[in-house]
């Protein structure tokens, strides 16, 4: 249980997404001008890293690792080892298709049930396609538990640090949001108004994140 | 080889199948009318009237929350347009238009200006190089800000092409002198200065300055002008435009728009 929790806070906080990692950082720049559509974004991102780790981790096992469950080595696997059939190097492709899928899907019902929030991501929903943080925490989830002998606690610590990832990217788009809400109404020396105040914000936002790196000790 | 062409192939018939179902699931019934209005607006996207381009504003009047009258830029004609696709009826509002409140050509230079050339740079050094703090400084901000082409520089001073100008607000917001104002059509007396100096200054620099003689105050049979902080302000609720006062001024700062408007085409004003 204790790694879990250690799993769950160490990608919110130590090894954030977005402050850590850098990983993310278009929408977190472009989506962070007003709270509500920072918020929209974070859950859409929390939904999509979510599924995306799980549906990954199920096409990785079964599918593209070489283990004793992977359907072609009990197909055609008579006589070879799994080893044989190793198809990892298509993970990239395939979580791609996965991401861009789940991405549509947020997008239609997005459309049906929340039209404002929809009008106000803009391009930045459909372009959670090719946000590196959700393909990123698909690889992430598959060098760090694709090997588990588990298969159910690979399954779970996947599917946590997916989700912590995005609780992370929320947090942290939520947090620039309030603080680019404030900055709108500051009077700047013009050549700083807008990103590049916002960047400078987001520098010193990371270098505070780095003090939660002593959390563990 | 075969494995991994039927891993993709069988995951993309999968997904392909799964997102048909759930766009199905999902239909979201735009209406027609949305398309249809954006097409009649004027597609510049400038945003003048509060929304974001002309694609926000066609949706908000199809969903009710815009007017029908609501493009500034497009005017009368757009509006009619946009309320026969709606099926209402537009309400009538005065047309605007941009007035550029200096016209002194001829200022001198007080320095030599060599900075970059635009008016909010220049405007940032001692207020602009021109002799008169507030007049038009001439590096051309409005013209450059003006989406309609209505604005050209002609020998270094701003002239607003009335036929073209849509009061869209861009040029006022421009200005780093405040010299543009929004002024409706059927106004045809305007003071063409800003300058709050006392008289004795501005003559000293201006042919065509307010000098606050008030001669214009004492014509005027409306009680529209009044002369406050050095400069004849009018009061456009009671100007009737009836041209008095453009005669008696010394300067020629008052200056009448009817005749040229006249010949522009935009005098009387057009009702729909």
């Known amino acids: ?217 | 080889m075969l494995p991994p062409i039927i891993i993709l192939g069988a995951l993309g018939l999968l997904f392909g199948f799964g997102l048909f179902v759930a766009s199905r699931l999902f239909r979201v019934h735009i209406d027609a009318r949305v398309g249809r209005i954006e097409h009649v607006l004027p597609g510049s996207n400038c945003g003048a009237c509060g929304l974001a381009g002309c694609g926000g504003l066609a949706r908000a009047v199809v969903h009710g929350s815009a007017d029908v009258a609501a493009c500034v830029a497009g005017g009368e004609e757009v509006a009619q347009l946009v309320a026969d696709i709606m099926g209402v009826e537009a309400k009538k509002k005065d047309k605007l238009v941009a007035i550029l409140k200096c016209q002194g050509r001829d200022v001198a230079d007080r320095y030599l200006y060599e900075g970059v050339r635009t008016c909010s740079a220049a405007n940032l050094l001692m207020g602009g190089p021109k002799e008169c703090l507030f007049g038009c400084i001439g590096f051309g901000d409005c013209e450059k800000a003006c989406p309609f082409d209505a604005i050209h520089m002609i020998n270094g001073f701003p002239e607003v092409d009335e036929t073209k100008c849509t009061a869209c607000g861009k040029c006022v917001t421009a200005c780093p002198k405040l010299l543009y104002q929004l002024l409706p059509l059927s106004r045809l007396v305007h003071v063409r200065c800003r300058s709050l100096d006392t008289g004795r200054a501005v003559r000293k620099i201006c042919k065509v300055g307010c000098i606050a003689c008030g001669k214009c105050e004492a014509v005027c049979k409306f009680d529209a002008v009044h002369v406050r902080d050095n400069l004849a302000v009018f009061d456009y609720e009671k100007c009737t435009s009836c041209g008095a006062c453009v005669k008696e001024c010394p300067t020629d700062t008052i200056m009448g728009y009817r005749a040229q408007r006249k010949k522009l085409g935009l005098w009387p004003v057009k009702t729909v």
Not at chain 1, 35 to 61: E, K, L, N, P, Y
Not at chain 1, 109 to 127: C, N, T
């Open chain 1, 1 to 217: 249980m204790q790694s879990y929790i250690l799993l769950f806070i160490s990608i919110v906080l130590v090894n954030n997404f977005i402050l850590a990692k850098f990983l993310g950082l278009c929408p977190f720049i472009g989506v962070s001008k007003s709270r509500h559509q920072a918020v929209g974004m974070g859950f859409a991102v929390i939904f999509v890293m979510t599924m995306a780790s799980a549906v990954a981790w199920v096409i990785h096992h079964y599918l593209l690792a070489p283990t004793p469950h992977n359907i072609f080595y009990q197909w055609l696997g008579e006589g070879k080892t799994p080893a044989d059939f190793d198809f990892t190097f298509m993970q990239t492709i395939v979580f791609i298709l996965v991401i861009a899928t789940l991405v549509q899907l947020v997008e239609m019902f997005l459309m049906k049930a929340i039209p404002p929030l929809y009008e106000s991501l803009g391009i930045y929903l459909p372009l959670i396609t090719t946000n590196c943080a959700v393909l990123g925490v698909a690889l992430l989830n598959v060098s760090d538990f694709g090997m588990l002998r588990n298969a159910s606690e690979s399954f779970a610590k996947t599917v946590l640090q997916g989700f912590g990832g995005g609780v992370g990217f929320l947090l942290v788009i939520f947090l620039m949001s309030g603080v680019r809400e404030r900055l709108e109404h500051m009077d700047l020396p013009r050549a700083l108004r807008g990103a590049p105040i916002a960047f400078i914000c987001a520098g010193l936002m990371a270098l505070a994140f780095m003090g939660f790196a002593g959390l563990g000790h």
